[in-house]
């Protein structure tokens, strides 16, 4: 076994007359030593992913706590006061008090708050006169939309849960006829964007893994020459990509392992499903990423043409179009049906599914069936730009 390994490793196979399980088995020992000896493999498998579920988990969040804001009282009434302070402890306000506007305008043109709170003059009044329709004014910076939404909704929070600590104090059924309602979000109750971001970025992480790694390793093998000494042995088409895809097959497995490590243990995501599910979406969607990497390294021989193809095939759609960021069911048509073909798209759930919700194999089976076909056509076109000729 040695010597056969060290006649890979010299580009001599023209000797080698095994059978086709003797000769996928070399090919993959040989594929293990150059993935060990190479050092760039090594980093883009285990200290790439660990950067980027650094910058996606600290970097990238939806949560908008304490968001600063202006608070304006024009009004220095009990009541004025009991509101104000409903506003300067809440958990999602980091407010600042003052008893004129003109201040704050300047701070929200500066984007240093993101909104203003204005509690006018005549608010005691009307409110004893029973109008408890929200006489405050909320101004918000529309640059953002988003921020301006969380400001508007968390002081329409902030007011209704203040309403009804004054009629339970003042001695009267809250607003709403005696209808309480209470709200329960399942599988993430605190809403913590954390906790499905996390995993969406690992599918973009593996994503970026499989298809990038084998790109660039089958490209550099062309441009070696290596690839060619390949060709001019026994070994066929397809014991030549199998035994290519084994190796970052593993490679893979252990990156994933590597994430799921991070995710659970640094960033404190919720893990509620199995390592059996967990192994077998993994593997699922390994087969259309490396499948993909190897088909771009079978049309593309250049490492530089490979890694751009890799990321405008694979980053690119796995970011925008897989419902990572982006909800798929807001897109338009077209581009739903655009992310029908995109793995990433299958994992994103799928992980969300299995680390926030559980072992649901009835989501979980589809999303595996699609990714194995997807990667059943990955690996057919691969094979078939694959030709043992030298051109």
């Given amino acids: ?22 000769r996928i088995r070399a090919l993959i020992v040989k594929e293990g030593l150059q993935i060990v000896r190479d050092p760039s493999s090594i980093m883009i498998a285990f200290v790439l992913p660990v950067i980027l579920l650094f910058l996606f988990g600290y970097g990238v969040s939806l949560d908008a706590n304490r968001v600063k804001v202006g608070l304006v009282m024009q009004d220095t009434s009990p009541v004025a006061r009991s509101l104000a302070s409903a506003f300067i402890h809440s958990p999602f306000f980091d407010a600042r ?11 929200l043109v500066a984007s240093r708050i993101r909104g203003i709170v204005v509690i006018p003059p005549d608010f005691a009044e009307r409110y004893q006169a029973g109008d408890d329709t929200a006489p405050i004014q909320v101004i918000a910076d529309g640059s953002q939309p988003n921020t301006a939404s969380f400001v508007q909704n968390y002081a329409q929070g902030v007011w209704s849960t203040w309403l009804r600590q004054q009629a339970v104090q003042m001695g009267r059924s809250a ?11 399942w599988f993430n109750p605190e809403l913590t964007s954390r906790n ?20 660039l390793v089958i490209a550099r093998e062309w441009e070696r020459g290596t690839m060619e000494a390949m060709m001019a042995t026994p070994v066929s088409v397809g014991e030549l990509l ?3 895809i084994v190796p970052y097959f593993l490679l893979g497995l252990a990156a994933m ?12 995501v919720p893990f509620r499903g199995s390592m059996l599910a967990l192994l077998a979406i993994s593997a699922a969607f390994l087969c259309p990423a490396l499948g993909q990497g190897l088909l771009i390294s079978a049309v593309a021989k250049n490492q530089f043409v490979a890694s751009q193809i890799a990321l405008f095939t694979g980053f690119l759609p796995a970011m925008l179009l897989s419902g990572f960021i982006f909800e798929i069911g807001s897109m338009p048509t077209v ?18 599914t299995v680390f926030l919700a559980g072992d649901i194999w009835s989501l979980l089976l589809p999303s595996i069936a699609v990714m194995l076909a997807i ?4 690996f057919l076109l691969a094979a078939r730009n694959t030709r043992k000729r030298i051109d």
């Fill in 175 to 185: 607003e709403g006829g005696g209808l309480v309602l209470e709200a329960r979000f």
């Fill in 97 to 107: 008090v003052d008893h004129a506007l003109a201040p704050f305008e300047a701070d």
């Fill in 335 to 352: 581009i739903r049906w655009i992310t029908v073909i995109v793995p990433a798209r299958y994992f994103v759930s799928s992980l969300q």
């Fill in 375 to 378: 990667g059943a056509g990955f």
């Fill in 196 to 215: 499905f971001l996390v995993p969406g970025s690992v599918a973009i992480i593996m994503t970026m893994i499989g298809t990038l790694l084998t790109a």
């Fill in 257 to 268: 392992a590597l994430c799921t490590g991070v995710a659970v243990l640094l960033f404190g």
């Fill in 242 to 244: 199998v035994g290519k």
């Fill in 1 to 22: 076994m040695t010597d056969l390994v060290a006649k890979h490793e010299a580009g001599d196979l023209s000797q080698v007359r095994t059978s086709a399980g003797g």
